[in-house]
């Protein structure tokens, strides 16, 4: 029988407690088409940071590398909030790891689904039908560019007084932009063969390279694929006022992280959104969400973005798209059936039955 | 009697149109309080391009530093638009009058009108309320450091294959925030005194540097005033879900380019916001929205950002409070009256009249 190798990587907060269901609903999968899943958990974020020092030990790294598919939950938390360049801090876990596994290509996945239309601070007619895609630069831009703090003794250097002075870079290769835009464009035909690609042209010499590739690309090899331009500070606009126009969504790193946010939002229901980073190998799946430390250790967390990274998984690394199917549908049916986590409770449904992490995880491993 | 010289710069698009209103308001408020207002037109943008070759000539520079204050209405349009980096561009025109005037601060209201609370894509609980102002640092970061296009022949600059490769510098000096950190603070004052300061510091050295300073800043000078610290994607998050919530909102250029156009179109009227932008010397006044090329000529636009482009003059440059005061007046009773300008005239009210740009600028004028 088949077996594959799971790096798991619970993190912080309500990590563990999200990653215990994704694994239930990942068992029931290998039950139900005979495939094996063994798991190796690993330390990543915060509780890494505790443990050894680091955010990202080099045994996480060799266990990440070793496997078919990461499985990475959520990091930080006020613990570990600081601004002092000398200390760790959580989040470098995961800008390591997308740098170390070289995982370009970030998919966020913006869905609405229908009995959760309430949620939205938008108004139903303005949100229904939302089905985006934003996908993210990942391992580019002002992420990954030099970065230095100076004192600036004559202040020459910006603004005319002594005193700091920072920059970072942002900075991009031709051959980055191409391959994310190939990615773009590959996604766009398996859905509404629509793709908007987001920059700052007016003012970046990054975005102006940015739209040449990208429509290069285009023009040479995807010209059945519609394509347009949308200035960044537009689509943050256009997001909000008929978010349901988008399909997929192509952006840099820094733009991405903000927009994907915002797009995330739009469904009111945080909870409920997965992701995948991927790149010429072993590739990583998490929430959307963050660690949610305000809540951790007490059983109510939404395991639901985290199943459907389970999906995207089997999905995108495992090439099993059937089970991916079934991971979907039973989440569907649960919503369906009236079950709800607290964060996506109606108060307009009082016959909603609010249940707890474990209980959401099994009512959806249940169903496959 | 006092004597006001305005430098009035139409641009493109509707620009000539609105600019109109805006100054037809001006000499209402002029007959009233018996002040002259003289005015000097001068280029920028597209037409300056097409009439001398630059976007911003130096006739339009001296112009507005001739000038106690500069209104400028919107520039550029589909005929400018080019990625050729030797090409002009018609924002090259604001992006240079800003640097020219020292145009540090940027300050966009963010308002609900009662009467337009349905033009909103969010439900009407949510926009209730929203009274929020955005201080954008507005000539440092990625708009005006170093950038530049190479041709990277190994690869080696960044992706390891050859082609071109772009970088945009970020930066920022403690000066550059250090005086947009004091501006927020007092603007906070006057209004609900609550800052919140946008940022990306568990990424950028500039993020962390600029939290630091804005938190010196607040202990030593502003500590009566609440101060709390927001991840840019997180604050992309909450302007939808509780926007509400909040008062001021001061961030990095570019973050507040996409935050602030985010939070213009929580109101849904991108017609009714107007801005200022200060230094220390001559300010400049402007709609947020642009040039809207598509309705140009058509007599239609919505002169009412101009309009209250021109109130926030008066506050700020002309020390005439209580006639800013008439003229946000004047624009509300003309709102309550029932007169629309197509851009937000709502299907559900059919009572309502809806005027043309000229008409929509003469009631108000009336008013005064
Ligand atoms: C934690 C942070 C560094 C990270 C990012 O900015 O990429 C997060 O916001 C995300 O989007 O995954
Ligand atoms: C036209 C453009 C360069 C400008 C900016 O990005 O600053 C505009 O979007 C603005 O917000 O005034």
Same mark, same amino acid.
Do not use: F, K
């Given at each position: 029988t088949t077996n594959y190798q799971i790096c798991l990587l619970p993190g912080d907060g309500i990590g563990p407690e999200i990653i215990a269901e994704g694994v239930k609903v990942l068992d029931a999968v290998g039950e139900k088409y005979g495939v094996g899943f063994t798991y190796d958990e690993a330390l990543? =974020? =915060?509780?890494?940071?505790?443990?050894? =020092?680091? #955010?990202?030990?080099?045994e996480t790294i060799q266990a990440a590398k070793a496997s078919d598919a990461v499985l990475l939950a959520a990091v930080g938390g006020p613990k570990w909030d600081t601004t002092d360049p000398e200390k760790p801090r959580p989040e470098q876990g995961l800008l390591g790891i997308r740098k170390e596994l070289g995982l370009y290509c970030n998919l966020r996945p913006v869905q609405i689904f229908d009995v959760l239309a309430g949620a939205s601070t938008l108004r139903p007619e303005v949100v229904a039908g939302v089905d985006l895609m934003i996908v993210r630069e990942l391992t580019g831009g002002l992420y990954f560019g030099k970065r230095e703090r100076v004192f600036d003794k004559d202040g020459a250097g910006v603004g005319g007084a002594a005193g700091q002075y920072a920059y970072d870079t942002l900075e991009y290769s031709e051959f980055e932009i191409e391959r994310i835009a190939r990615q773009a464009f590959e996604i766009a035909r398996k859905r509404r063969s629509k793709v908007t690609s987001v920059d700052k042209a007016n003012v970046l010499e990054t975005s102006r390279m940015w739209r040449e590739v990208v429509h290069r690309i285009h023009d040479a090899d995807y010209a059945d694929v519609e394509l347009e331009d949308l200035l960044v500070d537009n689509t943050a606009m256009q997001l909000i006022n008929r978010p349901a126009d988008f399909d997929v969504v192509v952006t840099e790193n820094m733009f991405g992280d903000i927009l994907s946010d915002e797009a995330a939002q739009i469904t009111g229901s945080l909870g409920m959104l997965a992701s995948a980073s991927l790149g010429d190998g072993v590739a990583l799946y998490e929430p &959307?969400?963050? &660690? #949610? /430390?305000?809540?951790?250790? $007490? =059983?109510?967390?939404? /395991?639901?973005?985290?199943? %459907? &990274?389970?999906?995207?998984? %089997? $999905?995108? &690394? %495992?090439?099993?798209?059937?089970?991916?199917?079934?991971? $979907? $549908?039973?989440?569907?049916?649960? %919503?369906?059936?009236g079950f709800r986590t607290g964060d996506i409770k109606d108060a307009d449904t009082p016959e909603d039955k609010v249940v707890g992490t474990e209980a959401m995880g099994t009512l959806v491993a249940e169903r496959i």
């Open positions: 990543i =974020g =915060g509780c890494a940071i505790d443990a050894t =020092g680091t #955010a990202l030990p080099a &959307s969400h963050g &660690s #949610a /430390p305000d809540i951790a250790g $007490r =059983g109510i967390a939404n /395991p639901i973005a985290q199943i %459907l &990274s389970v999906e995207m998984m %089997l $999905r995108y &690394s %495992l090439n099993m798209p059937e089970a991916a199917d079934d991971v $979907r $549908r039973a989440v569907t049916d649960v %919503l369906d059936a």
